[in-house]
């Protein structure tokens, strides 16, 4: 069982910069699959990026590529999501899942949908004003 704990959500203006940090109880087994998703009003929940705890492979969606970096502190038990150029439409609620998987490839954010991550935060509010 893991249990995920957000944090770090706030206002930021567009183009500052926020850090999102998810917390594992238990630790991070290196065969989990950490992905970050959100949710805007009304629209459908969008995985953003994921990293492979075992090899640190990392993978993004385009609207993000470049801006948002994914990454783990093994010792804490944390990910963290650097949010860095942020835009408005960046602006959601912002969840951390988890998932076993065996190897990186299924780790792929972009071909991995929500319904296939079992462990799930509860969410971080961002806020992007222009």
């Known amino acids: 069982q893991v249990q995920l704990v957000e944090s770090g959500g706030g206002s930021v203006q567009a183009g500052g910069s926020l850090r999102l940090s998810c917390a594992a109880s238990?630790?991070?087994?290196?065969?989990?699959?950490m992905a970050w998703f959100r949710q805007a009003p009304g629209k459908e929940r969008e995985g953003v990026a994921s990293?492979?705890?075992?090899?640190?492979?990392?993978f993004y969606v385009d609207s993000v590529k470049g801006r948002f970096t994914a990454s783990r502190d093994n010792a804490k038990s944390t990910v963290y999501l650097q949010m860095n150029s942020v835009k408005p439409e960046d602006g959601a609620m912002y969840y951390c899942?988890?998932?076993?998987?065996?190897?990186?490839?299924?780790?792929?954010?972009?071909?991995?949908?929500?319904?296939?991550?079992?462990?799930w935060g509860q969410g971080t509010q961002v806020t992007v004003s222009l």
């Open positions: 990293l492979y705890i075992r090899t640190g492979s990392s």
């Open positions: 238990g630790g991070i087994d290196s065969n989990l699959c």
């Open positions: 899942a988890a998932q076993p998987v065996i190897q990186s490839d299924y780790c792929n954010i972009l071909t991995r949908p929500a319904n296939e991550f079992r462990y």
